[in-house]
C-alpha cells in the first residue's frame, strides 16, 4: 500500500471518528422540579383504598426522545416525608412497623437499561428499586409527556411512570385481622410519577 495513501486513509479514519463524537449530542438532563412533581401511591384498605404521596424528592433525568435507549434515571425520595393526611397513621407508618425511617431514610431508584419497547412516546424502563433496605429489579412503564418553555423562558419536559409492586417483598410484612376473616392492608401498591424536569445548564 502506498504510503502516503496509508496515512491519509488513518487521517480520515480517526478525523471521521473524532467529528462524530464531536457531533453526537448527549441525552438532556432534566432536574426534577420537586414543586411541580408528584410521587404518589395507593393501596387498599378494607374495602375502599387510601392514597399517599411522599413531599421530599430528588432526581434526574437524561433522556433523549431520538434515542430512548439511553435514557437514564435516578431518584431518591425522603421515607420519613410520607403523608396519607392522617397524622397517627403517617407516625404508625415511619416507625418499625413500615418503613423504619430511622434505618432506612432513603426510598431509591436507579435505571439499569434505557427505554425499551417505546412505542410512540409510551416505552418501559428497567431499574432497581430499594425500599426499607431491600432491592429488587422492577420495570416501570414510562411516558414522555412533551418538552417546551415556560413562560420565563426556562426549558421543561414532562415525564410520567407507573408500578404496581407487592410491598411484603420489600419486607413491610405489617397487617391486621379482621373478624370477617380478611385483612386491615392490601399487599399491592400502586405507585405513580409525574414529574416535570427543568434542563440542566
Known amino acids: 500500500m502506498d504510503r502516503n495513501f496509508a ?65 437514564v434515571v435516578r431518584g431518591k425520595v425522603a421515607a420519613e416525608s410520607i403523608n396519607t393526611n392522617n397524622a397517627k397513621r403517617d407516625k404508625h407508618l415511619r416507625g418499625g412497623d413500615f418503613f423504619d425511617v430511622e434505618k432506612f431514610p432513603e426510598i431509591r431508584f436507579e435505571s439499569t437499561g434505557g427505554i425499551e419497547n417505546m412505542q410512540g412516546k409510551k416505552g418501559e424502563l428497567p431499574g432497581k428499586l430499594t425500599i ?25 419536559a414532562g415525564f410520567q411512570a407507573t408500578l404496581t409492586i407487592d410491598r411484603k417483598d420489600y419486607g413491610l410484612n405489617w397487617n391486621a ?16 410519577i409525574d414529574a416535570e424536569g427543568i434542563l440542566a445548564e
Open 7 to 71: 496515512v491519509r486513509w488513518v487521517f480520515a479514519l480517526v478525523f471521521g471518528v473524532g467529528m462524530g463524537l464531536a457531533t453526537s449530542a448527549p441525552a438532556a438532563e432534566w432536574k426534577v422540579d420537586a414543586s411541580h412533581t408528584s410521587v404518589a401511591f395507593s393501596i387498599s384498605h378494607l374495602f375502599t383504598s387510601v392514597q399517599g404521596r411522599f413531599d421530599s424528592f430528588d432526581g434526574t433525568i437524561d433522556f433523549d426522545p431520538d434515542d430512548p435507549s439511553a435514557t
Open 132 to 156: 426499607h433496605g431491600v432491592t429488587k429489579p422492577v420495570v416501570l412503564d414510562v411516558k414522555f409527556l412533551g418538552r417546551g418553555k415556560d413562560p420565563w423562558g426556562n426549558e421543561r
Open 177 to 192: 385481622v379482621l373478624e370477617t376473616g380478611g385483612v386491615l392492608v392490601g399487599d399491592e401498591v400502586e405507585i405513580r
